[in-house]
């Protein structure tokens, strides 16, 4: 192979596996570790390199997914009517343009408009069948989305059952969202606990829906506001506003506010108005949706290739301001990166105080020319971590210092290198305090080992102390030595060993993830844990035998390889082993399984156990589940007193199996 291939190939895995984690952190977390911006750029330069060596583009990279969608775990469904987005503008002249066109279209009809709140949630898709709720979906790629039925149904202000005389037929759309309360709140219990915070309430609305668990789903403090339909039957509507009442006599929430206008001075003023008052919405909103009142005129106006022509959103610009840079700071990550973060003097942006930027790297500070000392101006859009977007030059008095980076680590004073064709700046040394501490806070953290109460606070603490040296130490912390440490009670010590000890029965994809392999991330855990029997055997193959496993490849098979040759590691797993950790994989499901696998399944009736833990176990032997039944189903599981759902099984042919049925299949 020639080099400059070889080392596309390489880059190429690497770039699979930032993206995956960035996507699993975003989507699964709702904890993005870099800006959206950020995230686009190393998008690019993968779609670029697969384009550019097409021998290694394959089905499972991250580019050949659309968005967060869809997700593995969650059936597909297809919209009845496609969900489309919105034109968007931060430009009142596109405003006008817009009014104008529509104008152009229809020149002797006066055009009332209705203006909105746009509220900064996840779109989602509703069906309900004579005032019934069957399954709600997310917007997906606009026509397929995922099945978040099990998920919704945990919105406490959400009608399961709609209110007075519904239609046959209703498919509702809406946005489902975090209160701005109750995103601080859940914030600062998660900082208590030491767990990760999320960056805001869309990305945690977000995360809330793609859990795999409801009950997790069902202590997040999300809401709904809904705002249009998609296939309607058994009611005429003429009028948005004919429609938003509707909406709220069946018992569906909707925007308390709303403006009308019928020429582009009405609407811009509705603009302003909105941005006065949006700010006291229980939910955050990042714009104003303006949409034309009459459906008849909406057919009039139609559709382009990409949106409708009778609706535009405006968005208000991200709040910006000015502060100075004190200083820039280095960290330490835990694969030993040393990324520089900028410590600002306090300011509010957006509602909340910012004392803190990302800068990614040192290339990034050079290209934006970012000096200690300068004044610059951060941003917060809704969506992403502050940022520095640029610096006031203009005010600069030669007193501003530029950065370098670190030759030595500024932790623990190891020489730090520089990976050939590569950006980051690694600190070498495995014993690094700060790599430990961040090794440690991944091997406990939520998608990993799910230690709670082992938080960034604790970690510290423990690591400091010298009570913790590497992760196995984990599994020998006594309650005397927990005892002595800061705001550590009797029942806080309980909970932490209770936690730790619980973690031992985690299952061993789990394990593999938070060992913190370069480059393993969720998707090669799990690949390695479905293919191994256990850890010794994913201990002793060769980089040839790991690099033919789907999801793993050269690189990380060659990392993984030289993961386990080292023998502090090995040693490591030892002690793991004598703790009595789980070290063998799931017991394979049976030889009926290959029947389940790909099958889409349908749960309906009571049944012996909670529906979601049924759905966890078909989701585990390779199926998925929908909330409906339709000519894609292959499998309805109905229990006692089985409704609707069991009749339209009947009636398109699907095969209905009860739970003895169930367990016997799998
Ligand atoms: S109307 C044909 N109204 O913002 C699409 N959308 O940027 C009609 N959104 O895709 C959409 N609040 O996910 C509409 N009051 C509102 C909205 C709203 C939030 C979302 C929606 C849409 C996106 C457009």
């Not at 910012?354 to 790297?361: C, E, I």
């Not at 193959?541 to 490849?553: C, F, K, M, N, Y």
């Not at 889409?600 to 909330?627: D, F, N």
Request: hydrophobic share 40%; glycine share 8%; charged share 30%.
């Amino acid at each position: 192979m020639a080099e400059s291939e070889s080392s596309a190939e390489q880059r190429i895995a690497e770039l699979r596996a930032d993206i995956e984690e960035h996507n699993r952190r975003y989507y699964e977390e709702a904890a993005p570790a870099i800006s959206d911006r950020e995230y686009d750029r190393l998008y690019r330069q993968l779609v670029e390199l697969e384009e550019r060596y097409p021998q290694f583009a394959t089905p499972d990279s991250p580019t050949q997914q659309v968005g967060g969608a869809p997700h593995k775990a969650f059936a597909p469904v297809t919209h009845r009517v496609p969900m489309r987005s919105l034109d968007n503008t931060y430009s009142e002249e596109e405003v006008a343009a817009f009014y104008r066109r529509m104008k152009k279209i229809l020149p002797n009809d006066k055009i009332p408009v209705v203006v909105e709140p746009k509220v900064d949630g996840v779109a989602v898709s509703l069906l309900y069948e004579n005032g019934r709720l069957q399954y709600a979906a997310t917007r997906g790629d606009g026509t397929t989305g995922d099945d978040v039925t099990q998920n919704i149904r945990t919105i406490r202000s959400l009608p399961k059952r709609l209110k007075g005389d519904p239609p046959r037929i209703l498919e509702v759309r809406g946005e489902v969202f975090m209160t701005k309360k109750g995103f601080a709140k859940l914030n600062a219990e998660r900082s208590e606990a030491g767990l990760p915070v999320f960056a805001n309430p869309r990305n945690s609305a977000a995360g809330s829906l793609k859990q795999l668990d409801p009950s997790i789903t069902a202590q997040r403090p999300l809401g709904v506001i809904f705002y249009g339909t998609g296939a309607v039957e058994g009611v005429e509507l003429a009028h948005q506003l004919e429609l938003i009442a509707l909406l709220k006599k069946l018992g569906l929430p909707c925007n308390e506010r709303w403006w009308t206008a019928d020429s582009l001075e009405g609407i811009l003023r509705a603009i302003h108005e909105l941005e006065k008052v949006r700010h006291d919405f229980v939910y955050e909103t990042d714009g104003a949706v303006v949409k034309v009142d009459s459906f008849a005129q909406r057919e009039s106006l139609g559709v382009t290739a990409k949106a409708p022509r009778w609706a535009m959103a405006f968005k208000y610009e991200a709040e910006r301001v000015e502060t100075r840079l004190l200083d820039i700071l280095v960290q330490v990550g835990r694969t030993g990166v040393l990324t520089p973060v900028a410590a600002l003097e306090p300011v509010v942006v957006s509602g909340s105080t910012v004392g803190r930027a990302t800068l990614h790297n040192e290339e990034e500070i050079a290209r934006k020319d970012i000096r200690i000392g300068d004044t610059v101006v951060v941003e917060k859009a809704g969506e992403v971590i502050p940022a520095i977007v640029s610096v006031r030059t203009d005010l600069r008095d030669g007193s501003e210092k530029s950065f370098r980076m670190p030759t030595k680590c500024p932790v623990c004073g190891s020489k730090v290198v520089k990976d050939e064709g590569q950006v980051a700046v690694r600190c070498v040394n495995a014993r690094c305090p700060a790599q430990l501490k961040r090794r440690i806070e991944h091997f406990a953290s939520r998608g990993a080992m799910d230690i709670e109460g082992l938080g960034e606070a604790m970690v510290e603490q423990l690591v400091s102390r010298g009570l913790v040296r590497e992760v196995s130490d984990i599994y020998r912390l006594t309650s005397e030595e927990l005892r002595a440490l800061e705001r550590m009670g009797e029942k806080s010590v309980a909970n932490l060993l209770g936690a730790i000890a619980r973690s031992k029965q985690q299952p061993l994809w789990r394990l593999l993830f938070a060992l913190g392999v370069l480059h393993v991330g969720v998707s090669a855990a799990r690949a390695l844990a479905d293919h191994f029997p256990d850890l010794d055997a994913v201990m002793a193959a060769t980089p040839e035998q790991l690099q033919r496993i789907p999801d793993v490849g050269e690189v990380v098979g060659n990392s993984i390889a030289q993961f386990f040759r080292e023998p502090h590691n090995r040693e490591m797993i030892e002690k793991l082993r004598a703790a009595g950790l789980r070290l063998t994989s799931e017991p394979k499901p049976a030889a009926g399984d290959s029947k389940i696998k790909g099958t889409i399944w349908v749960i309906t009736g009571a049944l012996s156990q909670p529906r979601e833990e049924i759905a966890e176990e078909i989701i585990r032997h390779g199926g998925k589940v929908s909330g409906s039944v339709s000519k894609k189903t292959n499998f309805v599981l109905a229990g006692e007193e089985a409704g609707s759902k069991l009749a339209k099984a009947k009636q398109l042919g699907v095969q209905i199996l009860s739970e003895d049925e169930f367990r016997r299949l799998i």
